[in-house]
């Protein structure tokens, strides 16, 4: 594709497309892991915690362990700025002119995603264990806190995706980078490529004349004595 540029972006400089931007695949599965951590925030936020009427002390709903409340929403906020960050980034990107940046961007949203699908991976199963083992939950907190524990198993897999999707894009630019000569388009030294200098000669013309050969007729007669 013609249009294509390093890393499975667009080339610099083009005209950026609203429509086309929002239907890109990484950029819906990113706004879909912004709109979980909405949700997993949310959920615990409203009807996490509840204050002890003995004590006065505010528990968390999950067993009252404060640190499940914590990590779960701990998480979800920086999911939330990350995915916030990363659109933004997938904007950014089609401007980056240089491959280095668009690598290094590219790396590090492969390893934050993969990392993150990890942290919801432990949040989920940390949570499903800390809410198997409450007894007797404040009345009305139930569907909260259920809703918390799917929408973190829900954002594994968004996350693994955005890691995905990084990945296939780190795939085809090394593949870029190690492509032989004689496929890229006028390369030095392929037939017909332009001189690497004004007035340099061509290191490898396009059309040569085939050798040994000789223009003119050739007498074969044998000499006279």
């Known amino acids: ?13 083009g005209a950026f497309d609203p429509q086309a931007f929002i239907q890109r695949p990484p950029v819906i599965v990113r706004a879909v892991c912004w709109l979980f951590s909405v949700i997993v925030m949310g959920c615990i936020s409203a009807k996490g915690w509840y204050v002890n009427k003995e004590d006065g002390k505010e528990y968390c709903v999950y067993n009252n362990d404060t640190n499940a409340c914590n990590y779960g929403v701990g998480i979800s906020v920086i999911a ?25 961007y590219v790396l590090a949203d492969l390893g934050f995603s993969a990392f993150w699908a990890f942290l919801y991976f432990v949040g989920f199963c940390y949570l499903s264990n800390a809410w198997g083992k409450t007894d007797n939950p404040p009345v009305g907190t139930a569907n909260n806190m259920q809703g918390a524990i799917a929408f973190c198993f829900f954002s594994i897999f968004a996350w693994v995706a955005c890691a995905l999707f990084a990945l ?25 490529s332009f001189p690497a200098y004004p007035g340099a000669p061509d290191p490898q013309p396009a059309y040569s004349d085939p050798p040994f050969t000789q223009t003119g007729n050739i007498d074969y007669t044998a000499p006279t004595y």
Request: proline fraction near 3%; hydrophobic fraction near 45%.
């Open 168 to 192: 296939q894009r780190f795939r085809m630019g090394a593949d870029a980078a190690f492509a032989p000569a004689y496929e890229v388009e006028g390369a030095i030294g392929s037939p017909g």
């Open 1 to 13: 594709m013609e249009s294509a540029g390093a890393y499975g972006g667009g080339k610099a400089g």
């Open 80 to 104: 939330f700025v990350a995915s916030v960050a990363f659109i933004a980034g997938e904007y950014l990107f089609e401007q980056m002119s240089s491959v280095k940046t668009r690598k290094h």
